[in-house]
């Protein structure tokens, strides 16, 4: 049974950063790219990058560029996002997505909440 | 960059009627990458179609899809309680992997 498990609830001050994990279990973490998707509250899906962690490769969408990170432990199945410089616009829930043919397997979601 | 408009923004429907949902590229992609998701309150997206039209594991086949080019459809044949929801296509395979904005299908 695939499972993605990610860490939980932040809070975070201004000008920040946060770090959300996310544990692969169930298949071989290296078989798949990850998405990361957050949804600020009441909005839609906004996708910000996706990683390869069979070697690590990733590609960020333009906005997010200069500000997140995506890594890959293989040695534990997990894999990470770090946003920086976090303003209250960057209150939202991320989401890891296995993708699969479409993102087949979602994490449970981590709720950021960026406040002084 | 490819943006995915999605409408309408919101559907009024009853029970047991038909819903279509569209979904336009800014540019022609391909098929092969275009998904949609069903997403409820409190709750993950989960992924209903996939490859434009292939239903993916578990979905009823009161949920369908077609399309290529720029226009793609979802189409669920007779709305169920548990249908009402918000849905969103996206394309995949090619970065950015973009998202639609959304619709929500309410219930009138």
């Known amino acids: 049974q695939v499972q993605l498990v990610q860490s939980g609830a932040e809070v975070k001050k201004p000008g920040g950063s946060v770090k959300v994990s996310c544990k692969a279990s169930?298949?071989?973490?290296?078989?798949?790219?990850m998405q990361w998707v957050r949804q600020a509250p009441g909005q839609g899906l906004e996708w910000m990058g996706i990683i390869n962690p069979n070697g690590g490769s990733t590609s960020y969408a333009q906005k997010f560029q200069g500000r997140v990170t995506m890594t890959s432990d293989t040695s534990t199945s997990t894999v990470y996002m770090e946003l920086s410089s976090l303003r209250s616009e960057d209150t939202a829930v991320y989401y890891c997505?296995?993708?699969?043919?479409?993102?087949?397997?979602w994490g449970q979601g981590t709720l950021v909440t960026v406040s002084s | 960059e490819l943006v995915l408009t999605q409408s309408p923004g919101t559907l009024s429907l009853s029970p047991g009627e038909r819903a279509t949902l569209s979904c336009r590229a800014s540019q022609s992609i391909s098929s092969s990458y275009l998904a949609w998701y069903q997403q409820k309150p409190g709750q993950a997206p989960r992924l209903l179609i996939y490859g434009a039209s292939i239903r993916a594991t578990g979905i009823p086949d009161r949920f369908s899809g077609s399309g290529s080019g720029t226009d793609f459809t979802l189409s669920i044949s007779r709305l169920e309680p548990e249908d009402f929801a918000v849905y969103y296509c996206q394309h995949y395979g090619s970065s950015p992997r973009a998202f639609g904005q959304g619709t929500k299908v309410e219930i009138k």
């Open positions: 169930g298949y071989t973490l290296t078989r798949y790219y």
């Open positions: 997505a296995r993708e699969r043919s479409g993102c087949d397997w």
